[in-house]
C-alpha cells in the first residue's frame, strides 16, 4: 500500500487520484480553517505591552468583526438522490447512514481552532456519483480576501491533501472548493477554486448547484 501523501492541489496540478494514493476506505476528514480578524485583535491585545500599545490594540479589538464562513457538500448519487450537508437548515448530514456525509459543528466566528469539519464515509464511495466542496460567507465579510481561508482532506491513516482558497476577486462571496468523483474507475479529487459574486445572482446554493448542472432545487433556509 502506498505511503501517507501531502499533497498541495494547485491551478498547475489541481487532480490527485485517492485511488492510486491507497485511500479507498474509512472516513475522509474535511476541514475549513481561515483566519479571524477578532481573534487576531484579541491576541495582540494580550501580546501589546504599554498602555498605549494595549489601549490602542482594544480599540482595535473593539472593532474588529467576527467572520461566519459555512462549509458544506452538494451531493449526488449513483441512484438519482441529490442532498446537501451544511449548517443552513440544520441539515448536518450523518457519517455512518445515508448521506453518509457529516459536518461537525457552524463556526460562527474563525476562532475555533478546530474550524469546520466535514466527514464523508468512503466505505459508501460505491453509492456516491459526485460531491461538490463549496464555502460561502453567512456573515461579517464582503469577500474572501485577507481571510488566508485553507481547506484540507485528511484520511485515517493520515494522507492530507490541501486546498488553498486563493486569488479571490473583489466581491466573491462564495466558492466551489473541490469536486469528488470518479474518472475511469478511479476516485479523484479536483480542485475547483471557483468563485461567485453576487453578480452570478441570488441564492449561493442555487447558483453553485446550476453551475455544476446538479439539478437540485432550493428552498430558503435559516439557521
Known amino acids: 500500500m502506498p505511503q501517507p501523501s501531502r499533497v498541495v492541489l494547485t491551478k498547475t496540478a489541481p487532480a490527485v487520484s485517492l485511488t492510486r494514493r491507497g485511500v479507498t476506505s474509512g472516513l475522509i476528514r474535511v476541514n475549513l480553517n481561515w483566519n479571524s480578524p477578532q481573534a487576531a485583535a ?57 448521506p453518509y456525509v457529516e459536518l461537525d459543528a457552524d463556526d460562527r466566528t474563525g476562532a475555533r481552532a478546530a474550524g469546520e469539519n466535514m466527514t464523508i464515509n468512503l466505505d459508501h464511495q460505491g ?35 490541501e486546498v488553498r482558497l486563493d486569488d479571490c476577486p473583489p466581491r466573491a462571496h462564495a466558492c466551489a472548493i473541490a469536486l469528488l468523483r470518479r474518472q475511469q474507475g478511479e476516485l479523484v479529487v479536483n480542485r475547483e477554486v471557483r468563485w461567485f459574486t453576487p453578480e452570478d445572482g441570488a441564492g449561493v446554493q442555487d447558483v453553485i448547484s446550476r453551475a455544476y448542472r446538479l439539478g437540485m432545487k432550493w428552498t430558503p433556509a435559516h439557521k
Open 42 to 98: 484579541q491576541a495582540r491585545v494580550k501580546a501589546a505591552k504599554g498602555l498605549f500599545a494595549t489601549v490602542r490594540a482594544g480599540l482595535l479589538a473593539g472593532s474588529a468583526k467576527d467572520i461566519d464562513l459555512d462549509l458544506g457538500c452538494m451531493i449526488t448519487f449513483a441512484d438519482g438522490r441529490r442532498t446537501a450537508v451544511q449548517a443552513l437548515g440544520n441539515s448536518f448530514g450523518a457519517a455512518h447512514r445515508f
Open 127 to 161: 453509492e456516491f456519483a459526485t460531491l461538490l466542496l463549496f464555502v460561502y460567507i453567512y456573515e461579517g465579510a464582503g469577500d474572501f480576501r485577507g481571510l488566508d481561508a485553507v481547506v484540507t482532506l485528511s484520511s485515517d491513516r493520515g494522507d492530507r491533501f
